[in-house]
């Protein structure tokens, strides 16, 4: 099985929040995929993971992998990853709400967490890497409608 179906697969498993489990599906990705693939791999699978339709809970979990490797201070395209993060997790209207797309955020672009006026959906490149990512059709982003998930 190829690492994007494990990933899938891992996803579709209904362990988070399990009371008699010490792991989740972000540790498993993180703790048995990166050791197996490398994190360079793991990183582009989550990137396309993040692209594909999914439940919002996939994008959480998939934005706590990218948490843990922040963390370990591992290699991360941080735009890409601020862009897909905060575009599947994040409100636009309140860019500050989803706490776990802002910590990534601010920790990755090196931002004062308390203090920063930031915002994803108004920086440039940020808006040209989701429209590469969907083909042009970022409206929703625009809109706020990308939440509906």
């Known amino acids: 099985m190829d690492l994007q179906n494990r990933i899938n697969e891992i996803l579709k498993m209904d362990i988070d929040g399990n009371e008699l489990l010490d792991f989740t599906r972000s540790d498993l990705i993180y703790q048995f995929l990166v050791g197996e693939y490398g994190?360079?791999?793991?990183?582009?699978?989550?990137?396309?993971?993040?692209?594909?339709?999914?439940?919002?809970?996939?994008?959480?979990?998939i934005a706590q992998v990218?948490?843990?490797?922040?963390?370990?201070?591992?290699?991360?395209d941080r735009d890409m990853a601020v862009a897909l993060i905060n575009y599947r997790c994040n409100p636009y209207d309140s860019p500050y709400e989803d706490n776990l797309a802002w910590s990534i955020t601010s920790s990755l672009y090196n931002l004062d967490y308390a203090n920063s006026e930031y915002n994803a959906f108004r920086d440039e490149k940020i808006i040209n890497i989701l429209n590469e990512c969907f083909n042009g059709q970022i409206s929703g982003v625009i809109t706020g409608e990308h939440i509906e998930n």
């Open 39 to 61: 994190w360079n791999e793991v990183q582009q699978s989550l990137f396309q993971a993040l692209i594909d339709e999914k439940p919002k809970k996939d994008y959480v979990s």
């Open 66 to 76: 990218f948490w843990f490797a922040i963390l370990d201070k591992l290699d991360i």
